[in-house]
């Protein structure tokens, strides 16, 4: 898959410095390695910015499987209410159509934090894994590389799960389409991981944060508490990621979203 490396060119001010031109460059790590780079700085370090208005998807494009970037199938994603929902009710039936919503500036340093809650019943012929199964995608592909047909985006994923009726199934965990990260000093190659989560149950609102910094390491936490941290994410090529795209899932449970805010890191 193709991967488009950024360099901002004008910068306009809204919510921050927002870019609004990108063109791809050649960016090496400090380390010699080929490096992923997005460098923007789309906020004064420090201040917490929201990347949802509560009124509209602003500032969002869809990207769904088999379909062209910017074509939101079914009303998948929508704002109701204050609330951006992920919804199938427009759906006979999910027929494979994994879909991400982008947020249009890329980012490297930052925490990310954001309310979630899965709620109602899974769209018909949603694959049993993806039972109140949602995620972030940190440190993407841009959408505009992917193919018609690509179903996940090369990032770094961290899943969002609900618990079922029993048994533990916790959340903020990690997956990695396309990518590796390291763990205990060791290259992991494994695509999903748990976090050190509790289960959340039912349609109870969780508070999740993740602290990005570049290429060094990715932090889970859920509900103020740390449940996961790794370090040199990068592309299953050895590729080293220090920056990339935001997007939220759509794999066949519905799930809302009250806030989605995000700091700028100094480094």
């Not at 500032?59 to 992920?86: A, C, M, S, Y």
């Not at 919804?87 to 990310?112: C, I, M, N, W």
Request: glycine letters at 10%; hydrophobic letters at 35%.
């Amino acid at each position: 898959m193709g991967w488009l490396r950024w360099s901002c060119c004008a910068v306009a001010v809204a919510l921050g410095a927002v870019p609004t031109t990108w063109t791809a460059v050649d960016v090496t790590a400090d380390d010699g390695e080929a490096a992923a780079d997005v460098a923007p700085i789309a906020a004064d370090a420090g201040e917490w910015i929201s990347l949802f208005n509560g009124r509209d998807l602003t500032g969002w494009t869809p990207k769904i499987t088999g379909f062209d970037l910017g074509e939101n199938v079914g009303d998948t994603f929508r704002v109701e209410d204050g609330v951006l929902k992920v919804a199938y009710d427009q759906y006979e039936k999910f027929d494979g159509r994994f879909g991400h919503l982008f947020y249009e500036t890329p980012y490297s340093h930052y925490v990310l934090r954001a309310e979630y809650r899965f709620v109602g019943e899974q769209c018909p012929e949603g694959p049993a894994w993806a039972w109140r199964n949602s995620g972030f995608m940190l440190h993407g592909e841009d959408p505009a590389q992917m193919t018609r047909d690509q179903k996940f985006p090369d990032s770094i994923e961290v899943q969002l799960l609900g618990g079922r009726p029993e048994g533990d199934r916790p959340t903020a965990n990690l997956c990695t389409p396309g990518t590796d990260v390291v763990m205990d000093e060791k290259l992991l190659k494994q695509h999903c991981l748990n976090s050190e989560s509790e289960t959340f149950r039912g349609d109870e609102w969780v508070t999740i944060e993740i602290e990005v910094r570049g290429g060094e390491s990715i932090e889970h936490r859920v509900n103020g508490e740390t449940v996961m941290r790794y370090t040199r994410p990068q592309l299953d090529d050895g590729t080293l990621l220090t920056s990339g795209t935001i997007s939220l899932q759509s794999e066949s449970h519905p799930i809302e979203f009250r806030k989605i805010e995000l700091r700028v890191l100094p480094h």
